[in-house]
């Protein structure tokens, strides 16, 4: 008995070790023939700017943070309500949130088919089997229904970190598209506080039309008298007959100006053009809001598009990352279990069972270069990702730096103009108080007017600029946004 059940044992053994030295060699060849596709050498991907090198002060948040809901602090309420009804009805700003609900959903679908995966499929065929083919009778010639009841599950293990890349590329991506949608929506914002300064601007200066054409009304009556009266010629007559008209195109064209731009404000806040024809906001109301002295680091991080094109850099490394898993095993292990047969009322007999375990492994050999092109390729998407941040990073500091260099030159030339206005309307007393006491004619007055209608002119533009540019900072500050992008992360599970 015992000499029985132990002579079977050595060509078990041979046969046994004669399997192991096989698979062994086997698996040796293939470790020795994926060096055959081999990445390349190594890549330097282009530095990113930091915020020292583009001159940024390592500042406090405080320092250069944009107010909340800046637009609050020009004091009107107007303003405020058709900058909400932008932000929330804009086609512009639902094509942003389109694209990224799109961009969240893609990476959802990643991190989804990262994990196990299972099928059920039920199939139901009917079929007249040929009686000249490879179907032995009595199959062959006759009608049978077959059946397949099947549940399959698969699994690619994450052994080089392919699939964890793919999905921080596409988180990469959707973070991208959220900071896009901020970008959007600041740079919305900041249009429609524009174009309400702009108009406040023309109906101000439309105001000093008026008052200019009245005033010219007024000269070309006084000079009718003086001609009348032999004091003035005909030359003088025409000349100021000729500025009337001159003064009425002018109106004129403030009031198509106006037209134009209550039009770009309706649509704007997504609006019919037509649904704003009495808009006529006050420039003096307008309240000009405190800007920051210095310029921080944390400029960088409260600026959409530059978060969005550091995530666009964050992707494309994971892409590259990615790209360079492919030179590694990719390993799937799948298995079935269900019943089939041929003749439905077989199907769920004990006999009709069916299984089986399917593991799988793919070994990049020789592939014509095509892995590495493929890498390259991601390599120079990455080198791109950075050149844009890069290139984010200098418009952002630049526009930031434009506007308040603008700010502080406006706040000089608004001393001087008040001077230039204080001394035109000192002029315009002088002439008046003459003309009261019989030492000058109405038309010094009116002339010495013009001056200082002229200086309430450039003071309009003045004005409107200084609110502009605090505009324009407010929108290259990052419009108060705060950096919510990584909650995706969360939001993706």
Known sequence: MTTTATTPLPSVRSAFAAHFAVSALALAAAILLVGCASPGAPHTPLAQTTPAAVGLNASTASDTA?????????????????????????????????????????????????????????????????????????????????????????????????????????LGQARAAQADAAAAAN?????????????????????????????????????????????????????????????????????????????????LSGQAPDALPTLAPQLSQLQRNTVPDVLGADLLGRRPDVVAARWRVEAATQGVNSARSEFYPNINIAAFIGLNSLGLDNLFNAGSRQMGVTPALRLPIFDGGRLRAQLGGRQAELDAAIAQYNGAVLDAVKEAG??????????????????????????????????????????????????????????????????????QLMKALGGGWTDDTAVLQTAAR
Do not use: C
């Open 402 to 471: 434009d506007a308040m260099a603008s700010i502080q030159s406006l706040t000089r030339q608004q001393t001087l103009q008040d001077d230039a206005v204080a001394s035109a309307e000192k002029a315009y007393r002088f002439a008046q108080e003459r003309y009261r006491a019989g030492l000058g004619n109405y038309l010094v007055v009116l002339s010495t007017e013009s001056q200082v209608l002229a200086q309430r002119r450039l003071a309009v533009d003045l004005r409107a600029r200084q609110i502009d540019t605090r505009l």
């Open 187 to 267: 740079t919305l914002a900041a249009q429609v506080g524009r174009s309400y300064v702009a108009l406040a601007r023309l109906v101000s200066q439309r105001d000093v039309a008026a008052r200019a054409l009245a005033q010219r009304e007024e000269q070309q009556r006084l000079t009718q008298e003086r001609v009348s009266a032999g004091l003035d010629s005909q030359v003088e007559l025409t000349q100021a007959q000729a500025a009337v008209p001159d003064a009425r195109t002018q109106i004129e064209a403030l009031e198509e100006q106006i037209t134009l731009a209550r039009r770009q404000i309706a649509v």
């Open 66 to 170: 944009a107010p909340s809901q800046w637009w609050t602090t020009l004091g009107d309420a107007q303003l405020n309500t058709l900058i909400e009804q932008a932000l929330q009805g804009s086609p512009s700003l639902a094509v942003s949130r389109a694209r990224l609900e799109q961009a969240v959903a893609l990476s959802q679908v990643r991190e989804a088919a990262n994990g196990p995966q299972a099928n059920l499929g039920v199939d139901v065929t009917r079929q007249r089997y040929t009686a000249n083919g490879l179907v032995p009778a009595p199959i062959a010639g006759n009608t049978y229904n077959s059946g397949t009841v099947q549940a399959t599950l698969s699994w690619s293990p994450d052994f080089f970190g392919q699939h964890a890349a793919e999905l921080q590329a596409a």
